[in-house]
């Protein structure tokens, strides 16, 4: 039972590169989250989907792609990295349903340099 | 901007104390959850407490929510070394577009020691 994995789990770039996380699930759940950790700033929404071809912004998008073709995967690209952008990057699902709480991936450490 | 505030920043105590945490939010929920995150990992789920409900229990952990002050409070009682850990308070706000959404605190970060 893999849960919530994702990929790289370090990750070193240049500026002005594109980067690719990605984010698998093996539950089948309908919602799927990208968070960023930064000291100072707890964790912040970057996208989320409650399914399929269905994404919306968070709270600090700018920079940032989503895409989920497939219910299980949920990638994020940094189209063009950036220095602020170096940060843990956190992706989390959940079932969506009333009172369902949300489980974390591992995470991936991105530094941007 | 946050929707949870947490207090204190950093709680030091020793092995066998209770340790409580604070979270403040902004605007009406439908929930308010904690999670616990170990240094270097994922979040993990503690305890959910629903807006309309006042006191919940989960084995060492004893959740108060206070919707007229927009306040909770974790309790850890006995704690042990490995509770340490940082937790994070997070909001799930009222609202048709917040559903399933979750607003983060900046969490406590909590050290025991033995």
């Known amino acids: 039972d893999a849960g919530i994995t994702q990929s790289p789990r370090y990750k070193i770039t240049e500026t002005g590169r594109q980067v690719t996380l990605m984010c698998h699930q093996t539950?089948?759940?309908?919602?799927m989250f990208w968070y960023r950790q930064d000291l100072g700033h707890g964790l912040r929404l970057i996208y989320y989907?409650?399914?399929?071809?269905?994404?919306d912004k968070g709270e600090v998008p700018d920079g940032y792609v989503v895409s989920r073709s497939k219910t299980e995967n949920f990638p994020l690209t940094l189209e063009s990295a950036t220095r602020s952008q170096t940060s843990v990057y956190f992706c989390a699902c959940t079932q969506g349903l009333a009172l369902d709480t949300q489980y974390f991936g591992p995470g991936t450490r991105l530094t941007v340099l | 901007s946050q929707q949870g505030e947490e207090d204190p920043q950093a709680l030091s105590i020793q092995e066998g104390e209770n340790a409580t945490m604070n979270c403040s939010y902004k605007t009406s929920i439908n929930n308010l959850q904690w999670y616990r995150q170990n240094s270097g990992r994922g979040l993990v789920h503690l305890i959910l407490?629903?807006?309309?409900?006042r006191e919940k229990h989960s084995g060492r952990l004893r959740v108060t929510l206070d919707t007229s002050k927009k306040s909770s409070s974790l309790l850890i009682t006995a704690s042990r070394a490995a509770d340490t850990a940082s937790y994070f308070c997070?909001?799930?706000?009222?609202?048709?577009?917040?559903?399933?959404?979750?607003?983060f605190g900046q969490g406590t970060i909590l050290t025991v020691h033995p």
């Open positions: 407490i629903r807006s309309n409900e």
């Open positions: 997070a909001t799930e706000n009222a609202g048709g577009t917040s559903y399933g959404k979750l607003t």
């Open positions: 989907s409650a399914a399929a071809d269905i994404t």
């Open positions: 539950w089948s759940h309908s919602y």
